[in-house]
């Protein structure tokens, strides 16, 4: 919880030149480490059993589903308000050209259920990771004049590297582990996912409304009388730098400019971060084979 609150008041409070940033930091190391000091320590009764950890599968496997939630949420949260506030689309027409990603996700765990025993597991993984980070790629070609075409096919292609992804790294981390901490697993599991989802979402909006900044400051850099691009007829209608209404109008462009900027940076940020986890699958030993009934987490 503090965590979160650092993550989502930091941008507002100015982050560490506020003494409630210091406070939330404070609070979340120090719970950090009598969690950590507890969980090495106690015997009996501690929160974490210290054994699953030693499964390479599992805790490879929890990593790689906190990174996932950084995805699925992060985007979740991006592209309905792009759409919005910088294209103008209707809510209801964000809605739709968000479907994709979910008949996506449809699609490929369909089409999983039928090779998940044919095909290493961890090759599907591998696969539903590199479409995830190939469609973050495409999405840093956004601009403010796309069609929706790009939307939808980047959206599609998401929802089907996620469903590659799901089922698949369930069966690869619960396949080793013992019978006796299924339960315990199944719920760490769960809360990695949904800690890298709140985790990812604080991020990316911190990301969107720093970089904003920075850019805006950037381009009005050469919005100046001295600069030929700033004068008409170069400049023309609304825009002026010599009228009230002229420079509110180049400033709102300017802004929506550069938040396309900063959503773009948002999505190559994503796109790395998938692609640095890619080597965590070569910490996964090849599952036991489906036809011998490998316990697979549902949510």
Known sequence: GAVQMMLDRGELKDWFGSR???????????????FVVHTATTTASSFLNRSML??????????????????????????????????????VTAGFVMAPRGIGTLISMIVVA?????????????????????????????????????????????GIG??????????????????????????????MRNIGGS????????LFVENTQVIHSRLVEHIRPDNPLAQGPALGIPYSLSEVHGIAALNALVT???QMIAYIDNFYFMAVMILLTLPLLLLLRRPRSATKGPTVALD
């Not at 409630?20 to 009598?34: F, K, N």
């Not at 589903?65 to 992060?74: D, E, Y």
């Not at 601009?143 to 075409?149: I, P, Q, R, T």
């Not at 985790?199 to 909006?205: M, P």
């Open 54 to 91: 030693r499964d390479s599968n599992f805790t490879a496997g929890i990593i790689l589903m906190f990174f996932v939630g950084i995805i699925l949420n992060g985007t979740m949260v991006l592209l309905p308000t792009m759409m919005q506030v910088l294209m103008n689309y209707p809510v």
């Open 20 to 34: 409630e940033i210091w406070i939330e930091a404070t609070v979340a190391a120090l719970c950090l480490y009598l």
């Open 114 to 158: 039928r090779i998940i025993g044919k095909i290493d597991t961890r090759l599907i993984i591998f696969a539903g990771l590199s479409l995830t980070a190939l469609s973050l790629w495409q999405m840093t070609g956004f601009s403010l004049e796309m069609n929706m075409n790009l939307l939808l096919v980047s959206g599609t292609l998401q």
């Open 199 to 206: 985790v990812g979402v604080s991020i990316v909006e911190a």
């Open 256 to 258: 929506r400019q550069a």
């Open 162 to 191: 996620l469903g590659f992804v799901f089922t698949p790294l369930s069966v690869a981390a619960f396949s080793t582990l013992s019978r006796q901490h299924l339960t315990q697993g199944t719920a760490i599991f769960s809360l």
